[in-house]
């Protein structure tokens, strides 16, 4: 059964199509309407209203998206789009209970999701917390518009998936227009004189750890899967690549050392081959110890040394590639010692360097009469 009907002036079209019942805002004028009903008859007759055979609940794919992630991709992505389907699961329950089937999965539920986002509750992390004000103090209503940005590209993915697996012929986010990102954060580095402080207060333990961190701008997990065989002291390179149970986040590269690092590491290895063999050049995650022990650890050395805003390892990763960009070293070159896989990516360091900018231009070869 297909038909129209209006509501406070407005006209909705309602149908059915293999067992699932769509109902569609049109508009307030009849006319246009009833042109909506002979459309989506013509699509119901022709087997072109975007359904499959095959259609799949959503929590179903949900569950097959995730485990297709733990068997493809770093644990830290499953994890990351986890919480993207638990955010969906959680709209579609409070603002579209009825909608269960991926196939009811539009653009106009999936707009409604961007709003809901935007109007959620959540914490300096984008996570959900529960009442008006998270434990940090620090909740704030609404998640940035990079982060829904995300959320939609991870929901894309997953419908795509569904349309390879036959559950959806066509993907809506398509449809959906992402946000504009200017309410992004300032990119958060330490200045030389907080570096000192920081690795003045380290232990010696880590005092190698975050001297690598800052001369190098590895990623955490670059770091703690780095062997004594990916470093080349003879011509003084770092060479991130894949290990048998791990890969780079995006492809392997090699990261030139400084004297500096590459006098420091010698010594390192000098006193690591007294407390025992390994081939990890740090041995960060011993048993006992947290996943965020080197997080836990730079937090309290922040506090100690009276540097404020840095509760991330990241933020080592950004000064690294802030004063490179400071120093007048071209984006192109940082984004290659950085494994971006975009230089977009790269961009949001532009800023630090309108010296250099300038500079660029007094190079040009072109000279007046």
């Given at each position: ?12 079209l ?47 794919l ?10 493809n ?8 789009y ?79 998936l ?18 504009k ?76 050392m ?26 960060v ?85």
């Amino acid at each position: 059964m297909s038909r129209i009907y209006q509501r406070e002036n407005i006209w909705y079209l309602d149908v059915r199509v293999k067992g699932h019942r769509i109902r569609k805002r049109v508009g307030t004028s009849r006319k246009v309407a009833e042109l909506a009903l002979k459309d989506a008859e013509v699509k119901i007759a022709r087997d072109e209203f975007g359904f499959t055979k095959h259609d799949i609940p959503i929590d179903k794919l949900v569950e097959r998206f995730l485990e297709y992630n733990r068997t493809n991709h770093r644990p830290t992505t499953t994890e990351r789009y986890k919480a993207v389907t638990d955010h969906l699961q959680e709209y579609l329950r409070e603002k579209r209970p009825g909608v269960l089937a991926v196939s009811q999965l539009s653009a106009e539920v999936l707009e409604g999701y961007k709003a809901y986002r935007r109007d959620s509750l959540v914490n300096a992390n984008g996570k959900p917390v529960d009442g008006e004000k998270g434990a940090t103090g620090q909740s704030r209503v609404g998640a940035r518009s990079r982060t829904v940005n995300f959320e939609l590209d991870a929901i894309k993915a997953m419908l795509n998936l569904a349309i390879r697996w036959g559950y959806l012929r066509d993907n809506p986010v398509k449809d959906v227009k992402a946000l504009k990102t200017d309410d992004m954060k300032p990119v958060r580095f330490l200045t030389l004189e907080e570096c000192e402080r920081l690795l003045a207060a380290s232990s010696s333990e880590l005092y190698p750890v975050y001297f690598t961190f800052l001369s190098t701008g590895l990623r955490k997990a670059e770091l703690e899967n780095l062997l004594w065989s990916d470093i080349d002291f003879k011509r003084s390179k770092i060479w991130v690549r894949a290990k048998k149970d791990w890969k780079p986040k995006t492809g392997e590269r090699e990261i030139p050392m400084s004297g500096e690092l590459a006098k420091l590491l010698t010594e390192h290895r000098k006193k690591s081959a007294k407390t025992g063999p390994s081939d990890f050049v740090f041995s960060v995650q011993q048993a006992g110890r947290s996943h965020n022990y080197l997080r836990t650890e730079l937090i309290k050395l922040a506090q100690t040394a009276d540097i404020p805003d840095l509760t991330k390892l990241h933020t080592l990763r950004h000064t690294f590639a802030s004063h490179l960009v400071m120093q007048g070293v071209d984006l192109p070159t940082v984004s290659k010692l950085m494994g971006h896989s975009d230089i977009e990516t790269t961009m949001i360091y532009a800023h630090l360097a309108p010296d250099h900018l300038a500079n660029a231009v007094t190079k040009l070869p072109f000279k007046r009469r």
